[in-house]
């Protein structure tokens, strides 16, 4: 099915779906339409996508994402599955604040629900959340669910703002009908902390990680990898995965690179992996240091390597042996989940539901504050030690397959979907 692209919600020729409403569904399995932010590479599309995948033989789906934004890589290898899930791109749909884009998005969603007449609307992140419930809501489907990949509750956005998103999400709670959260401190956020919905209205199912993909030729990408950037052996490869983002909070990241080349930390090389608008910033903040840089491998041999967004980001993971992670709020950080299954010990800042994605001092270090002293100091362990870094990453890869399986999370959200959708018809 081709992908389209919106229109100015004020054309009244345009034609919303290109599909025949009636034809799409069997009638004899529910529909379920799952709306993202945007279609790309990070935790919330790679998650979803392969768990509606998964659900296609018991779900007519539908899956609506949004606009990019300009540093991002859209997951094209999520387009592929065309004809067994369909897409539609809304380009009005976009994560930035934009009174006019939401609102345009929010009639262009509320036709979707019309035409498509879900049994079931699953929103996920902020954007889709606030504007795709409504609409379902005014669509009249009975079961409306929102995940929270992340929360914007703090560290995002000024007090005030803060505040008003925090009072939007309370009476979004109330035409919610199940919010999923994806850890325990996420939950106690959202039910406690913040009260946006009451527990009851919470279900609490972790992210799950394809164990077969993630692994699949670990020993040929890692030695692509170091060869494409001439790591030796005998060096220590640290990276760091994600947006370039103020809450992603890099310059901690870049501030740790300059504590520990002062420290004279040996035989350690480091990677940003990702895009943004701060990555000229980052860069200059090593020009000032004198450390060296090079955005990709044409000077592999440089300090830093900025190099942008890769896909598969296996070919990444399998060449690290350490993975960090310095935001400022995290929901559950996907990228650390990873690196544990690759058996890759992470060290990470304590925020959000970061504690609940690792085994504290055994499949790495959670540091209590954004300090560069306290970085330099568990990756200078972990450096100095491939011994302890074995002994983590095989304890890390343990927990994670446990915790974060891939066909429990398909299980858990068949029978969310199917409990909700039965209770409905009850009501």
Not at 79 to 89: A, D, N, Q, T, V
Not at 93 to 104: F, V
Not at 190 to 216: F, N, Q, S
Not at 223 to 242: D, H, L, N, W
Request: charge should be positive.
């Amino acid at each position: 099915m081709p992908d389209k692209t919106d229109q100015c919600f004020c054309c009244a020729t345009f034609q919303l779906i290109s599909y025949d409403p009636k034809k799409l569904s069997t009638f004899l399995k529910p529909r379920l339409l799952i709306i993202l932010n945007r279609l790309v590479i990070g935790g919330q599309s790679i998650d979803t996508i392969p768990l509606a995948l998964a659900l296609k033989d018991q779900f007519d789906i539908l899956v609506v994402y949004g606009e990019k934004e300009a540093d991002e890589l859209e997951y094209d290898e999520a387009l592929s599955h065309r004809g067994e899930i369909s897409f539609l791109k809304i380009a009005s749909l976009k994560r930035s604040l934009n009174p006019l884009n939401d609102i345009a998005a929010f009639f262009r969603l509320k036709k979707v629900v019309k035409d498509f007449r879900p049994d079931v609307v699953h929103t996920h992140g902020s954007k889709p959340g606030l504007t795709g419930r409504p609409a379902a809501w005014f669509g009249g489907v009975k079961v409306i669910l929102h995940t929270m990949h992340g929360h914007v509750f703090h560290s995002y956005y000024n007090r005030f703002v803060s505040g008003v998103i925090i009072r939007i999400e309370r009476l979004l709670g109330r035409i919610t009908t199940k919010i999923v959260v994806l850890s325990d401190e996420q939950q106690a956020d959202i039910a406690g902390r913040y009260k946006i919905v009451p527990p009851g209205k919470t279900a609490l199912i972790p992210l799950g990680i394809d164990e077969a993909w993630l692994l699949r030729d670990a020993a040929t990408l890692r030695q692509q990898f170091r060869e494409k950037y001439q790591v030796s052996p005998e060096e220590t490869a640290i990276c760091i995965i994600g947006r370039m983002v103020p809450v992603k909070n890099h310059r901690l990241f870049i501030d740790t690179v300059i504590a520990m080349r002062q420290q004279a930390v040996p035989r350690t090389r480091f990677f940003v992996v990702g895009d943004g608008i701060l990555k000229k910033a980052l860069q200059h903040r090593l020009d000032e240091a004198g450390i060296t840089w090079s955005d990709g491998p044409e000077n592999a041999v440089a300090t830093v390597i900025f190099t942008s967004w890769v896909t598969p980001i296996t070919s990444v993971l399998h060449g690290m042996d350490i993975v960090t992670l310095t935001s400022l709020n995290e929901g559950t950080p996907v990228s650390i989940i990873e690196a544990q299954m690759c058996s890759i010990p992470v060290v990470a800042v304590n925020v959000g539901g970061v504690k609940d994605t690792l085994l504290e001092n055994a499949s790495g270090y959670l540091l209590k504050e954004h300090s560069a002293v306290q970085f330099s100091e568990a990756l200078g362990k972990l450096a100095g030690d491939p011994v302890l870094r074995a002994q983590m990453g095989a304890k890390g890869y343990t927990f994670v397959r446990q915790k974060y399986s891939k066909q429990k999370e398909v299980e858990a959200f068949r029978a969310l979907y199917t409990s909700a959708i039965a209770n409905s018809i009850k009501n």
